[in-house]
């Protein structure tokens, strides 16, 4: 893995943390937050994708106008 792809101690104490929770909630629970993260993920790829055409000049973000 690359260093930059590393993650740091904090992160790795923080999916650890995430597992446990993780590990006590029940299967309906699991299917709701994974849903919801997947949810995030795709605005946040979204975002990214807007600030990048932005900063590319691609297109005008409606963030920056």
């Known amino acids: 893995m690359s260093e930059s792809m590393k993650l740091s101690l904090e992160q790795q104490f923080n999916i650890r943390s995430f597992e446990t929770q993780v590990q ?6 699991a299917q709701e937050f994974l849903m919801k ?4 993920m795709i ?3 979204n975002l990214y994708k807007s600030f ?4 590319w ?8 106008k």
């Not at 993260?37 to 995030?40: G, K, P, S």
């Not at 990048?52 to 900063?55: L, T």
Request: net charge negative; glycine share 4%; hydrophobic share 30%.
């Open 24 to 29: 006590q909630m029940s299967r309906e629970q």
């Open 37 to 40: 993260l997947y949810e995030q």
């Open 52 to 55: 990048i055409k932005h900063q």
């Open 43 to 45: 605005v946040r790829e």
């Open 57 to 64: 000049g691609i297109e005008q973000s409606p963030w920056f």
